[in-house]
């Protein structure tokens, strides 16, 4: 079982910058965070949820969808049960809800792969 809880987001003017967090409980005594691949997807208003951005339990494979290619970065600190999404040169089609989720078996672009996911941080890019 494995809680998450996302934070950071809120409303932005074009070209701003957002860090959003994701901070992970993990109640089992088998597995730790480490264990987890994490990823963040993200909701636009009327759209399906899609995939942002992906990494593996250590940080060594990572993968982005070709819209935040370049823009936003992904990174985890396992001492802190945390994942981080970089958010930079935001755009008015980046408003969205952004949702973390974990997978107990890798990492990856498909929705299908991850069981736990959050609450969800909305973001807001005005233009």
């Known amino acids: 079982q494995v809680q998450l809880v996302e934070s950071g987001g809120g409303l932005v003017q074009a070209g701003d910058s957002l860090r959003l967090s994701c901070a992970a409980s993990?109640?089992?005594?088998?597995?730790?965070?480490?264990?987890?691949?994490m990823g963040w997807f993200r909701q636009g208003p009327g759209k399906e949820r899609e995939f942002v951005g992906s990494?593996?339990?250590?940080?060594?494979?990572?993968d982005y969808a070709d819209s935040v290619k370049g823009r936003f970065a992904i990174s985890r600190d396992n001492a802190k049960n945390t994942v981080y999404l970089q958010l930079h040169r935001l755009q008015p089609e980046d408003t969205a809800v952004y949702y973390c989720?974990?997978?107990?078996?890798?990492?990856?672009?498909?929705?299908?792969?991850?069981?736990?996911w959050g609450q969800g941080t909305p973001v807001t890019v005005s233009s």
């Open positions: 989720a974990a997978s107990d078996y890798g990492s990856g672009t498909s929705r299908g792969m991850y069981r736990y």
């Open positions: 993990v109640r089992t005594f088998t597995r730790t965070f480490s264990n987890y691949g």
């Open positions: 990494i593996n339990w250590s940080g060594g494979s990572i």
